[in-house]
């Protein structure tokens, strides 16, 4: 019987494997299309980003370990780094051709 795939968590609205990583071949996780949508970008293939240290509050929510905020934009800025991985695939490409 297949094991079924952990499921994702939730850390300031992007998800994560278990791991706290995007994309993770320990898990077969990849989670790059669903942040892209989100955040507002069409999915491309780019590197995969990874969360910084968190624990979870007493309300059941993952929080920065450094700040102990659910919320934290320097841990969990998300979105400027999605843009980061997405400029520098769109540059690889560019090199690459």
């Keep these: 019987m297949a094991e079924a795939a952990p499921a994702p968590v939730e850390i300031n609205d992007a998800y994560f494997?278990?791991?706290f990583k995007e994309v993770c071949a320990?898990?077969?996780?990849d989670g790059r299309e669903e942040n892209d949508t989100f955040f507002g970008f069409d999915p491309i293939d780019r590197e995969g980003i990874e969360a910084p240290s968190a624990s979870v509050n007493k309300e059941g929510v993952y929080q920065c370990k450094k700040h102990g905020s659910p919320s934290c934009n320097q841990c969990f800025g998300w979105k400027k780094q999605i843009t980061r991985?997405?400029?520098?695939?769109?540059?690889a490409g560019k090199k690459s051709s």
């Design 85 to 91: 991985a997405r400029t520098a695939a769109k540059k």
């Design 17 to 19: 494997c278990q791991h």
């Design 26 to 29: 320990e898990c077969s996780y």
